[in-house]
């Protein structure tokens, strides 16, 4: 029997709640399964790690975290706690450490999932986002002169490497080809002048490899617009970190919010783990609550899975979602439901029983 290790990084807010109920997926799919199993490991980093000890994560967290095959990780962030130092001495951390190069958001509408576009179809809402995820603003070089003085200048850098970016341009027209759909690029080279000039050039060298996959190139503000007004146009996207960031949740909102949006860091080469995480942030207003929805932890599974090569139960997941959208029986608050975060995943549990694959 194939054993999945795996390093749980629950978290902060509502991350404990529907890493819970991520992890008794997974362990119901493995019992069904009977192929293969899970073993985890909890750490408990994050916020409240750092008000006692005054990190977000262990000293010798990355060499613990090496160990396994893959993380799962709920939320970070907490009143108390700066943002800047929540994203960087924990996620940020990771994804560098780990190489986790492309960051892969689907922006997929579900039947029965909300949107707030009219006249929007679920066909017209079907995206996958490959999000540069190692540098450009997020790299973390730049300098902060004549701190606190009336003269003060801070200067951050963009850093874009011909290797990364042509190594997530490449991900993306593999991906696009594989799915024989077309690839959109997005940047900003009319304004970032060495930048997104850059990256535009490596796009279309990249192309050249790759003549039967159908391409076209967006200013951020442009695909902006079009994400809102002809989201069809869009389906294998690929686009800088901070674009990435930005679209991502322009997506989420488009795709039913939130509570829908689920994320893979991956380290293609497997090198390292990848990371597999809902991205909705820790809610700490509605912490505790049973407020929480898990969908978007449940489809982080679903990543997971897929990643580990188990497709068919990858597949199942996103069949279980849609149907509890359209049966509107069991749905958290977000979706005009009363049911709670466990009662939820109860109920993708028993669907999983219910219809194995």
Known sequence: MQTHKIAVIAGDGIGPEVISVGMKVLNKVAELDKSFKFEFTEYPWGCEYYVKTGRMMAENGIEELKKSDAIFLGAVGYPGVPDHISLWDLLLTIRKSFDQYINL?????????????????????????????????????????????????????GVFSRKGCERVIRYAYELARKEKKTLTSI???????????????????????????????????????????????????????????ILTDLGAAIAGGMGLAAGANLNPEREFPSMFEPIHGSAPDIAGKGLADPFATVWSVSQMLDFFGHDAWAARLIEIIEEMLVEKKVLTPDLQGTATTDEVGDEVIRKLMEKSV
């Not at 050249?208 to 007004?229: I, N, Q």
């Open 187 to 245: 940047s900003k080279g009319n304004a970032l002048n060495y930048s997104m000039v850059f990256w535009d050039k490596i796009f279309a060298e990249v192309g050249e490899d790759y003549p039967d996959v159908k391409t076209y190139s967006y200013l951020v503000d442009a695909a902006s617009m079009f994400m809102v007004k002809d989201p069809k146009r869009f389906e294998i996207v690929v686009t800088s970190n901070l674009f990435g960031d």
């Open 105 to 157: 958001r689907p922006v997929k509408l579900l039947e029965g999932a909300p949107c707030p576009l009219k006249d929007v179809k679920k066909e017209d809402v079907d995206m996958i986002f490959v999000r540069e995820n190692s540098e450009g603003e997020y790299a973390g070089s730049g300098s902060w002169l004549f701190k606190d003085k009336p003269n003060e200048v801070v200067i951050q850098d």
